[in-house]
């Protein structure tokens, strides 16, 4: 998170992000003191919308911010944030975009994938490629070919093991220059898009990531008609001084 954007181009927050790494880098402009605005930025692009780093951002502005701010905007839109119960929760605009995806069958045989159960597409706006790969097993032991995957145009991957309200997850993005993501609120988003799709139009569900990685993370998601709420928690790492 870096939480003063004053002075910052475009161009430099990129150099930071990939400088930095991380999944994500977020920078917060208080030009709008009512309503902060983030920009997210992978090591190789800036994303419209990511919600692992927009819970992040929640906490920062819960830490830091005047009590009266409770909601901030991104490239999609405004996103009311609140912390209850110890987990930080944001809630972003149920995405409708979804549609099957029968190509699935090639991209996997292309990206020495197992066959899905099935698959979707699913705009967020950035395009998901959601496959349910029936087994956590499965799921474990995926190992695709990214390069594959961008060339199908299914850079932005997310396998799952679907067992109802509890879902094993891996999230792999080499569009946007993640080889693999620990935690993917935009994805999670994308799952509930998906069981709204196919009628369960207010639900909730878990979702466990990040264990092949070393890094696990759980995702708690809910959603209704018009709104899918992620919740986690947060735990501050570092702080550095960024040098303009």
Same mark, same amino acid.
């Given at each position: ?21 991380? !999944? ?38 819960? !830490? ?20 209850? *119960? ?48 029936? !087994? ?8 695709? *070919? ?57 639900? !909730? ?40």
């Amino acid at each position: 998170m870096v939480t003063d954007v004053t002075g910052l181009p475009e161009r430099v927050m990129q150099e930071i992000a990939t400088d930095n790494g991380f !999944s994500e880098t977020v920078f917060i402009d208080w030009h709008d003191a009512v309503m902060p605005s983030v920009r997210i930025f992978t090591p190789a692009m800036e994303l419209p919308f990511a919600g692992h780093p927009l819970v992040g951002a929640a906490w920062v502005l819960c !830490s830091i911010g005047p009590d009266t701010v409770h909601t901030m905007r991104c490239a999609v839109g405004e996103i009311p944030f609140r912390v209850e *119960d110890g987990l930080v929760w944001v809630d972003t605009p149920m995405v409708r975009a979804v549609r099957r995806a029968p190509e699935a069958e090639a991209i996997a045989v292309a990206a020495r994938l197992p066959e899905a159960l099935e698959a979707w597409w699913v705009e967020m706006p950035l395009p998901y490629l959601v496959m349910d790969l029936g !087994s956590p097993v499965a799921v474990a032991a995926a190992a695709p *070919d990214l390069e594959a995957l961008t060339a199908a145009d299914a850079g932005m991957c997310m396998l799952i093991a679907d067992a109802g309200d509890h879902v094993v997850a891996r999230f792999f993005a080499p569009r946007a220059g993640v080889p693999e993501d620990p935690a993917t609120g935009s994805a999670a988003a994308a799952l509930a898009a998906v069981r709204r799709h196919h009628g369960t139009l207010q639900g !909730s569900l878990t979702i466990h990531q990040g264990d092949a990685l070393g890094c696990p993370s759980t995702i708690h998601v809910t959603w209704d008609d018009q709104v899918v709420r992620l919740g986690g928690t947060v735990c501050r790492d570092r702080v550095m001084v960024l040098e303009k």
